[in-house]
């Protein structure tokens, strides 16, 4: 008998997981921890956007506008929500803003809202210079704006998780029981070979 025989593992239902919410929710920290934990590769929106345009999303925003920006985060949402294999998505914030991606996602995905107060978001933007969107007035106000505009929005999504300041392992078991109670996370039994199996 080997090791690995006879161990059960928690596995996601295969759809992948996207976390959406506000800049500054913890989408990219808290989904590659995810994503450690399930055993799931992990990819970030964002950065593969920057992938794609050969630049970052402050020059996209300078050289070619929001709306460009936007089209080209349609584009790769998709691409991404295309593969075939289970992934672990964090979006950026405005993606889950627009209806066709929004639809992309309900489609083939459990969609995870991130969901922080304002005094978080504010903490947290704070330590980057990197949002183009944050650069434009008072950030306060910004954000403070946003979440009255996106929230809604955000809580169409299939589960809803506090993601306050302190261990973000403390959220990925909030993410992690949210799936539990929603019937997405199942009890594995790994047999020798099987293991890896999705
Ligand atoms: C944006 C959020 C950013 C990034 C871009 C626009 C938004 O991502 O996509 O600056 O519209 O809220 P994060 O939410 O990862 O900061």
């Known amino acids: 008998m080997t090791q690995e025989e006879n161990l059960s593992q928690e596995m ?31 990819l970030d929106a964002d950065h593969e956007i920057e992938k794609a345009a050969g630049c970052s999303i402050p020059e996209i925003f300078e050289r070619h506008g929001e709306e460009a920006f936007r089209d080209g985060e349609r584009r790769v949402i998709k691409r991404l929500l295309s593969a075939k294999e289970p992934h672990i998505i964090a979006t950026g914030g405005g993606a889950y803003m627009d209806p066709a991606t929004r639809e992309a996602i309900a489609r083939s995905a459990i969609s995870v809202w991130l969901r922080a107060d304002l005094e978080v978001l504010l903490r947290r933007t704070a330590r980057r210079d990197n949002r183009p969107l944050l650069k434009q007035g008072d950030p ?15 809580g169409l999504a299939d589960l809803t998780v506090e993601s306050q300041d302190g261990p973000p392992e403390v959220t990925v078991e909030r993410v992690l029981q949210a799936l539990r109670d929603k019937g997405c996370l199942v009890e594995e039994e790994h047999e020798g070979e099987q293991l890896g199996r999705s």
């Open 140 to 154: 306060r106000k910004i954000l403070s704006d946003l979440i009255e505009k996106r929230h809604p929005f955000y």
């Open 12 to 42: 996601p239902v295969p759809r992948h997981i996207v976390l959406v919410g506000l800049m500054g929710a913890g989408k990219s920290c808290i989904g590659r921890r995810l994503a450690a934990r399930l055993k799931r590769p992990f």
